[in-house]
């Protein structure tokens, strides 16, 4: 079975350490090295550039040039995609709109990082911050996601849950109960998404990083499925090459389990069908 690694960070995302973050060419090298199938860097395009700033405008030119330049070096090797993680799109639609004319991406993987008027879910103030406000930011989570579904303009839907991992650490999870409730506040989305032919993302994160499940959980990967949803994106979200591709083989188990019998990649934006 070949592993697909569909969402990873090199050095031009803002939130990778510097000093252990690894270049376009050195996640690819790493990539082969792990007999990979293909590789999909995604970088980080916060259309707001949030999270404390850390987020300068990104190098959209260098990183053109840095995977043209990996994909023709390793090509016959492992297939290098040109990818980005956009987060936020409906923020300023006309920023992203003239960012997508001008990179023509083979894969773009659409993210909520943060809703309008709140922080990064990562960088919000936990222990300060009321249960009512926290209750309010993730309706406001739901309601930005499926704005940025009915724009559709992406190819998967990255990591729903995403703010889980952060409520979870500071012991707030039960204001937004996902694992009880997350069927009836995601099943509008999961909808869209199929009626769309946009994918869902099973960003395996969360199990390298002790939050206990993938994003989305189990339950919602097989509620999805119910709901007649057939294609699946697996990714590391590795920010650092030492987390390339981990945990997607076990998960690609677990997606068998629940019935799948492939997942995608995509090139030139249509999805690839890979057997698992
Ligand atoms: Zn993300
Ligand atoms: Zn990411």
């Known amino acids: 079975m070949q592993i697909h690694e569909t969402h990873c960070h090199s050095l031009y995302s803002g939130d990778v350490d510097k000093t252990r973050g690894a270049s376009i060419d050195a996640l690819c090298a790493r990539a082969c090295e792990l007999g990979l199938g293909s590789i999909a860097v995604t970088d980080h395009l916060e259309i707001d550039q949030t999270m404390g700033n850390i987020f300068p405008p990104l190098d959209n030119e260098g990183i053109r040039r840095d995977v043209t330049a990996a994909k023709e070096k390793y090509s016959g090797k492992a297939e290098v995609v040109y990818g980005v993680e956009l987060a936020q799109a409906c923020h300023k639609m006309s920023k992203t709109q003239s960012i997508l004319d001008e990179y023509k991406y083979d894969f773009i993987i659409g993210s909520v990082h943060c809703v309008r008027g709140f922080p990064d879910f990562s960088d919000m103030e936990y222990p300060a911050v009321s249960d009512g406000t926290l209750a309010h930011s993730w309706e406001?989570?739901?309601?930005?996601?499926?704005?940025?579904?009915?724009?559709?303009?992406?190819?998967?839907?990255?990591?729903?849950?995403?703010?889980?991992?952060?409520?979870?650490?500071?012991?707030?999870?039960?204001?937004?109960?996902?694992?009880?409730?997350?069927?009836?506040?995601?099943?509008?989305?999961?909808?869209?998404?199929?009626?769309?032919?946009?994918?869902?993302?099973?960003?395996?994160?969360?199990?390298?990083?002790?939050?206990?499940?993938?994003?989305?959980?189990?339950?919602?990967?097989?509620?999805?499925?119910?709901?007649?949803?057939e294609l699946v994106t697996v990714g590391s979200d590795a920010h650092y090459a030492c987390d390339l591709a981990a945990d997607i083989r076990e998960t690609y188990l677990l997606l068998k389990e629940l019935g799948f019998g492939s997942v995608v990649t995509f090139r030139e934006r249509k999805p690839v069908f890979r057997d698992i």
């Open 140 to 229: 406001l989570y739901l309601a930005e996601m499926n704005e940025m579904v009915d724009w559709g303009g992406f190819d998967t839907l990255a990591h729903i849950t995403y703010p889980y991992r952060y409520f979870h650490r500071h012991g707030r999870e039960a204001i937004i109960n996902v694992f009880e409730k997350g069927r009836e506040q995601f099943e509008p989305v999961l909808r869209k998404i199929i009626h769309k032919g946009i994918a869902l993302e099973v960003n395996t994160s969360g199990l390298r990083q002790h939050d206990g499940c993938t994003f989305p959980h189990t339950d919602l990967i097989k509620f999805y499925r119910e709901l007649g949803g």
